[in-house]
């Protein structure tokens, strides 16, 4: 059993440490004119995003999923992917989803990962997670490809798409770049519900991805995904979900997003959470 849950943050205090968040990452990264547009058009799409998730009472995306506790060790071959993936090491919770259908349903649909990486016993609903790493990663590759998002993933297996982060991010010493997690390549042959077949690869030591970098400053035939952490599912968690509030902007580990679709999210984000408190 789940330990039971710690006083949770109000709607306020949530909103509050999610601009003071963004206002960390400016300290470092100084706003671009993507970004600036991307606030801009988060703005505009943020009383959508909060009346979805009112009708809803949930998300507007990514509504219902499968949460788990996760192990993640380093495996950057480089010294200086290796030190990133010490600071990633230890815990993390992986919220696996489907973006719009809720239930069990398998419908044409993207999926999506969110990854939050912990100290060793920090509850994943602490209040003031300023050192937690927070990945919100779909089977999206590129912005340009999501409409056809939909058809090129396979539903009905959680390891056997990449998922992506769709904007890039900016570390110290290694410059900007793409992040994915590699998935295992294992699928639903048996015809098992999606989180059923996740669940017997979990008790398999079957569910393992691997995060992985691109580094976007050199010349594109120059690129390749690198690997950085080994992330292996160990066990379901029961836990209220509507209390995890995965951001974009929680970078305690040193992953700061940027470009225009992170920017997005900033003002829809906080547009949905706060319609969830109501």
Request: aromatic share 8%; glycine share 6%.
């Amino acid at each position: 059993m789940a330990p039971r849950l710690a006083e949770m943050p109000s709607s306020v205090e949530l909103l509050r440490t999610e601009d003071e968040l963004v206002e960390r990452i400016r300290e470092h990264d100084p706003e671009t004119w993507a970004e600036r547009l991307g606030r801009f058009s988060g703005g505009l799409l943020a009383p959508l995003a909060g009346a979805v998730s009112r009708i809803r009472s949930a998300r507007m995306f990514h509504p219902d999923g499968v949460v788990y506790r996760a192990s993640v060790v380093s495996i950057g071959a480089t010294p200086e992917l290796a030190r990133l993936g010490r600071r990633l090491e230890g815990t993390a919770i992986v919220r696996l989803s489907s973006a719009w259908w809720r239930g069990e349903k398998e419908w044409p649909d993207v999926l999506g990962m969110a990854i939050r990486f912990l100290r060793p016993g920090q509850h994943p609903n602490a209040k003031g997670l300023t050192d937690s790493q927070d990945l919100l990663l779909a089977t999206i590759r590129f912005p340009w490809t999501m409409p056809f998002a939909p058809f090129t993933t396979r539903v009905s297996s959680f390891l056997w798409n990449h998922f992506h982060a769709v904007s890039p991010f900016e570390i110290d010493g290694i410059g900007r770049v793409k992040v994915r997690a590699r998935s295992p390549r294992i699928a639903n042959v048996d015809g098992l519900p999606r989180a059923a077949h996740l669940a017997r690869e979990v008790r398999f030591h079957g569910a393992v991805y691997e995060l992985e970098i691109r580094r976007m400053d050199r010349r594109p035939l120059a690129r390749s995904w690198e690997p950085l952490a080994r992330i292996v599912l160990e066990a379901p968690i029961a836990i209220d979900q509507a209390s995890l509030r995965f951001s974009a902007f929680r970078c305690g580990r040193g992953i700061r997003p940027v470009g225009y679709v992170h920017a997005l999210r900033h003002a829809t984000y906080a547009a949905s959470q706060d319609a969830r408190s109501d």
